[in-house]
Nanobody, 118 residues
Framework: QVQLVESGGGLVQAGGSLRLSCAASGSILSPNRMGWYRQAPGKQREFVISITTGGDTNYADSVKGRFTISRDGARNTVYLQMNSLKPEDTAVYYC????????????WGQGTQVTVSS
């Protein structure tokens, strides 16, 4: 089992910044991918950004140039720096970690609310 604990959500005005953190603990295996998904009211959960243990990153088109992900391997923690926030970024942000191959796993955090006011 892997546990994910998120922090850093809140309320910010449009154009502002927030930083989210996600700390993983438990039976963490390498290589793996850690990242963030988000779910706005009435919408499906969508991919936002991810980073592998090797440092490879993927971004949703909607956040390119505004969001950055980084990883502290020693602390099994990832950070999501969100700049130039827009009202459409309002959502619950969920941390995720997953592995492909053997053994496979896929875990989620409890979610943290990000609200961007116009």
């Amino acid at each position: 089992q892997v546990q994910l604990v998120e922090s850093g959500g809140g309320l910010v005005q449009a154009g502002g910044s927030l930083r989210l953190s996600c700390a993983a603990s438990g039976s963490i295996l390498s290589p793996n991918r850690m990242g963030w998904y988000r779910q706005a009211p009435g919408k499906q959960r969508e991919f936002v950004i991810s980073i592998t243990t090797g440092g490879d990153t993927n971004y949703a088109d909607s956040v390119k140039g505004r969001f950055t992900i980084s990883r502290d391997g020693a602390r099994n923690t990832v950070y999501l720096q969100m700049n130039s926030l827009k009202p459409e970024d309002t959502a619950v942000y969920y941390c995720n970690t997953n592995r492909v191959g053997t053994p496979w796993y896929n875990y989620w955090g409890q979610g943290t609310q990000v609200t961007v006011s116009s």
